[in-house]
């Protein structure tokens, strides 16, 4: 059990790197805390069991209003299959890092000004 919430703090600690990138007027990730032993009830995030693990498994924040660039540490995220950033502000580069997303089947990076 200790071990799981070790692995489930340190995929917080990549989402909170990926929040501090973004601009979020609105608070819709408000609930993201770095006092929270696990980021799996944060809003947009799933987590799925991987082995004894939790794992994030998905990330969803389309459509929240929030500007500014995808953060290279998407790609301590390993266990993702799913981004869907679509309907935001988010500028910038996509970072190479996602290709650590090994397991990455479905990207929405639509309606953003990507380049």
Not at 24 to 46: A, I
Not at 59 to 67: G, T
Not at 95 to 101: H, K, T, V
Request: aromatic share 6%.
């Amino acid at each position: 059990m200790k071990r799981r919430r070790k692995t489930e703090r340190a995929r917080g600690v990549c989402l909170l790197e990926i929040k501090s990138n973004l601009l979020d007027e609105y608070g819709k990730l408000s609930n993201w805390s770095s006092h929270d032993e696990t980021p799996c009830r944060w809003e947009g995030v799933t987590c799925s069991p991987n082995g004894h693990d939790l794992v994030v498994s998905s990330l969803n924040i389309s459509s929240m209003n929030v500007s500014g660039t995808l953060s290279s540490s998407i790609g301590c995220l390993s266990h993702l299959r799913v981004l869907d950033v679509s309907f935001n502000s988010l500028s910038g580069s996509i970072p190479w890092e996602i290709g650590n997303c090994l397991q990455l089947q479905t990207m929405f990076l639509q309606n953003n000004e990507f380049y």
